[in-house]
């Protein structure tokens, strides 16, 4: 299950998938965090859910995630290269 069973901001739910999720979210909470972080849960005072993106990370995770990112800069020179531009893209 990639979202959570009920609403962290209100006492909507269950939803049926991650689109009806995120939708809700977008619409009736605007502005955030459709899927916080500790910190997040903290600062505005949430019921934690039992989710993935809850935990806080260890350091080895921390030093393994630094490790593994790929600077915006060279992802934008690779989509440069590879994207074909389209008029449907710019429309």
Known sequence: ??????????????????????RHIVTKHVHLPAYPSPGDLRF?????QNMY????LTDQEIMERIRNYT???????HYSRTA??????WS
């Open 53 to 56: 993106w809850e935990r806080t």
């Open 44 to 48: 505005y005072k949430l019921t934690p």
């Open 1 to 22: 299950m990639t979202f959570p069973p009920r609403c962290y901001y209100c006492d909507f739910g269950p939803f049926v998938n991650t689109d009806n999720y995120e």
């Open 71 to 77: 600077p915006v800069s060279e992802r934008v020179k």
């Open 84 to 89: 074909k531009p389209t008029t449907k893209m």
